[in-house]
């Protein structure tokens, strides 16, 4: 496979170096950023497609139709009221003609054969709104308060204490552990299982409103590692009855609840329990009716730390059958257990990553999933049955995406190469061999203008062992016999990868920038990272951004070994863990990198959040040591070349604490860092702020490296 990877690179050269033509264009961030005017033009072709059941739809702004055939089985200006874009329609029911919509005002159920609305019902004021398509009601919240309203559009107020300290209904754990949401419809539609969260314990950090004549204080409930957490409890609401009850799961504190999952027959529910050291976690059942704790079906344990992140499934022909999902032999794998909590077997294994269940192919009951068992760098699609064989289902490398209908027998595949903007297949899955139809092959959107190239290999890590993988952006006319400023890209840190086999390896449309204005940039996946097991990502524990460093500087001894990278105008540049590791990179190197960009940066783990930072780093209490070792406030003083930091005045993710401490700590120590920053802004430039943002990182390097 390595060498397949080479050979794919070598196309990739092939077809991106190719020379450059007086018609050729240059870009604009404008055209390459997703906040810029004409960043639109510059994405591939794509189709927007769902399914009715096993028949695919093309969905429009305007009109549905079957995929293929011109006229539409609705459209908007059939239906009473003001509709503004069908590119949300649902179609619910496979056996039935209904569309379902919704304006933000009203939610319909529209009947495309007979041509009339079949049932409506009042959706104005909805947040976080869930519809049952069971129940036809819907769970939302609205000003803190948690409501039903059920099919005949009556409301129901579950709540009066909803707050900013009470919270119902909503994602909670700071949508850690796989949580995104706070509402969960039983399949019968009839029983709500909500998250209450009381976090009136927590410290506030005050972030502050500028834009009213007096600044306002706007504080975020935020958990710092080591502090006093919120308390989560799990309620169950009954239409019928018009009952709420609270499950028995004992005291909250310092406990996490998640990966809710439903029985079929609507009578359990299970849940995923975590200690706070999160190295404990146990899947309970409880009695729907009675909130009573039925059974501890699972438990794993770990030296490090558990991570769930997939409530379980049952197996739609088998109710008695569920699959769940855990890395405890050191990857991602799927597992078949009986209701009774006993292991019947494991379905996947090997040395590679479960990224994802698509769902189940009910006529030849197996398991439709995404994963990189090829390659670290490649995703592709299988079908595992309940012996635990396993086929893989199309046959091109890349990094793929599947949308599966309602009973599995067709498959929608999106996917890229890394000389392949975009290609949607349509796959039949009811026979014993796929079949492929090609519904779109995109043009590559950036085909008139000056493209730079894109490599990727690999290097051994630190540990001169294990392989990490990078990409190389050069200039679209690179002279190998030219020295030129080269910048480091890096993010390092856990859930994310910056190097795959999608188009361009995966390259951030900025580095394309840099490629024009004549840099090389380097991005490399150290360990720490995900798609790549569990030692993979752990040996990070207790001391982030040390083993980071260590294989970002091998990634710097191999540039040292390309004769066209210019050594004495070496750059960095990541933002939120990548800031963090941006001015680790400087202060711990500082006659290596001459010039930083810093966003959003992780300064000390003890004022980060307690999910995400205890579950890596412990507590302040726990790992006093971990805590001194990776706080770069002692690093101020180290600071030698340029770095400027810039951070969202109002970041509820990263506080501006970090950024301002390092600035003190730098001003206490007589070194000058530039700093820049975002009013109103959160975490990540929103809009066009995030064109000024790169263009004002672009000037940086222009200013100091070149």
């Known amino acids: 496979m390595k060498n397949k990877l080479k050979l794919i690179a070598l196309l990739a050269l092939i077809s991106l170096s190719t020379p450059m033509t007086a018609q050729q264009k240059l870009f604009t961030l404008e055209e390459l950023n997703f906040g810029g005017r004409n960043f639109h033009k510059m994405r591939p072709q794509n189709l927007y497609l769902t399914w009715w059941g096993e028949q695919l739809m093309e969905q429009d702004a305007e009109e549905g139709r079957i995929y293929g055939e011109k006229e539409p089985l609705f459209k908007l200006s059939e239906i009473d009221g003001d509709w503004h874009s069908a590119y949300d329609a649902r179609y619910p029911y496979a056996d039935q003609p209904l569309v379902l919509l919704n304006n933000g005002r009203k ?3 529209f009947d495309f054969k007979k041509k009339q609305t079949v049932w409506s019902q009042d959706s104005k004021g909805e947040q976080n709104s869930h519809w049952s398509k069971a129940s036809r009601a819907t769970a939302y919240t609205r000003d803190g308060q948690l409501f039903v309203r059920t099919s005949d559009n009556e409301e129901r107020q579950l709540t009066t ?40 314990m927590v410290t506030d950090y005050p972030q502050v409103n500028i834009d009213p004549r007096v600044a306002e204080l706007e504080p975020d409930k935020y958990p710092m590692a080591g502090m006093t957490s919120h308390k989560v409890t799990v309620g169950i609401y009954d239409v019928l009855t018009k009952q709420t009850l609270y499950l028995q799961a004992g005291d909250p504190t310092d406990r996490y609840f998640t990966n809710i999952a439903w029985s079929p027959d609507s009578k359990t529910v299970y849940m995923q329990e975590l200690n706070r050291q999160q190295n404990d976690c146990r899947l309970v059942s409880y009695n729907a009716e009675t909130g009573e704790r039925l059974a501890e079906l699972y438990r794993e344990t770990s030296t490090k730390y558990v991570e769930p992140l997939n409530p379980i499934r049952f197996l739609p022909w088998d109710s008695n059958l569920f699959i769940m999902q855990s890395q405890r032999d050191g990857y991602n794998h799927l597992y078949l257990y009986n209701i009774k909590g006993e292991l019947l077997k494991q379905l996947t294994a090997g040395p590679w990553v479960v990224k994802e269940m698509l769902g ?8 439709i999933i995404r994963a990189n068992k090829e390659h670290p760098l490649h995703q592709r699609l299988y079908s595992v049955n309940m012996a635990g064989g396993m086929k893989q289902i199309e046959t091109t490398d890349g990094v793929h995406n599947g949308q599966l209908s309602a009973a599995g027998s067709r498959l929608i595949d999106r996917f890229s190469t890394p000389t392949r903007a975009r290609v949607i297949d349509l796959i039949d899955l009811s026979k014993k061999q796929p079949r492929h139809t090609t519904l779109l092959e995109a043009e590559d959107p950036w085909k008139d203008y000056q493209q730079p190239i894109f490599e990727c290999g690999s290097i051994k890590a630190a540990d001169g062992v294990t392989d990490l993988y990078y990409r190389l952006v050069k200039p679209c006319d690179f002279d190998p016999n030219k020295k030129y400023p080269t910048v480091v890209y890096v993010y390092g840190g856990p859930h994310a990868h910056n190097v795959d086999a999608s188009w361009h390896w995966a390259s951030r449309p900025w580095e394309t920038y840099m490629a024009q204005k004549g840099y090389i940039v380097f991005i490399l996946d150290n360990r720490g990272s995900e798609n790549r097991g569990r030692d993979f990502e752990q040996a ?6 040390q083993i980071e460093m260590q294989d970002q500087m091998k990634g710097v001894d191999y540039l040292r070994s390309l004769p066209y990278i210019d050594m004495q105008r070496l750059g960095v540049h990541g933002w939120s863990y990548g800031g963090f590791m941006t001015i680790s990179l400087m202060t711990n190197y500082p006659d290596v990198f001459k010039v930083g960009v810093a966003g959003g940066p992780v300064i000390d783990w003890k004022w980060y959040e307690v999910m995400y930072g205890e579950r890596y780093m412990g507590t302040p209490q726990q790992n006093p040591e971990g805590y001194k070792k990776t706080s770069l406030i002692g690093k101020a003083k180290d600071l030698k070349g340029k770095l400027q930091i810039i951070i969202g005045y109002n970041d509820p993710t990263v ?3 970090h950024a301002l ?3 003190k700590a730098c001003a206490e120590a007589g070194t000058q860092p530039d700093f820049f920053v975002y009013p109103g802004e959160g975490h990540n430039m929103a809009g066009h702020n995030s064109v000024h943002l790169h263009e004002r990182i672009t000037q940086y390097f222009e200013d100091y490296l070149k």
């Open 107 to 109: 939610r319909v159920l």
């Open 161 to 200: 204490d909803g707050s900013r300290e009470i919270v119902y209904g909503e994602a909670v754990h700071r949508n850690e552990f796989g949580i995104d949401e706070g509402l969960f419809w039983s399949p019968n539609g009839l029983k709500l299982a909500f998250y209450r969260m009381d976090q009136s």
């Open 360 to 367: 189940f192919n009910l006529k030849q009951k197996s398991i």
């Open 540 to 545: 990070t524990f207790h001391q982030l951004g």
């Open 655 to 657: 506080v501006p604490q």
């Open 661 to 663: 401490s390092f600035l």
